[in-house]
């Protein structure tokens, strides 16, 4: 029988989501980057024409987006440095969600529906870590659909409790929920994988709750946190 640290294996996992969240953000700035300076050799070149200067608009306007981006992605803190604080759950969410949408394909429809309070209490790195962990399986998941989309609805089932529903439309897994209790087995084989692993790892250590119900149509993630009086 294989011996694992749930710990070390939930902080790896991150690293690796968190290393590609980081390429793929400086790809796209080194892009633009490119973009700006070859305008510029043109407009140093040329009058500046109407067409040139809607251009360079447009690639100072992604830039802008993708350093603010950038930002975002700098602030990100690691579990293990951080401490438990008061957290509005949809501030979280729309803070995030200009990350979320680089980390999957660029045609995915995302609707967030938050319209009660939504004050938890854990730390923020954790929060981060569970809700990227699980974007980066949907953004997987809906890789080979013609028309991808993920939903994230925000509500109160209990007085007690704060409940997120992620929901995709990408390939399910056809395996039982149970083979969350080992991370050595992927999705690669109809398997969930370390990612969410993690994200029961990181719920469970929070007091919180992870349930997952996925099929041909999609994967179905129910996160239920401990809610705090408003």
Known sequence: MVEYDEHLLALLSWEHKHNLLTNCLLHDLSNHLTGILALSELSCQNSASPSL????NTIRDSALKIRK?????????HANTDTPRHLDLKDTLNELLPL??????????????????????????TLQQILFQIIFNAGEAIKSVDHPHISLRLQSDTPS?????????????????EALASPIQSNDNQHFGI????????????????????????????????????
């Open 161 to 177: 409790t704060v409940d997120l529903y992620i929901k995709d439309n990408g390939q399910g897994a056809h395996t039982p929920i």
């Open 69 to 77: 981006l950038l930002s975002t992605l700098s602030n990100l803190n």
């Open 195 to 230: 990612g969410l692993f993690a994200v029961k790892h990181l719920m469970e250590e929070q007091g919180a709750r992870v349930h997952i119900q996925s099929d041909n149509s999609g994967t179905l993630i129910h996160l239920s946190f401990k809610s705090l009086p408003q």
């Open 53 to 56: 200067i809607d251009g360079l």
């Open 100 to 125: 979320f949408k680089a980390i999957v394909p660029s045609h995915t429809q995302f609707k967030v529906h938050a319209n009660e309070p939504t004050l938890i209490y854990m730390p923020l790195g």
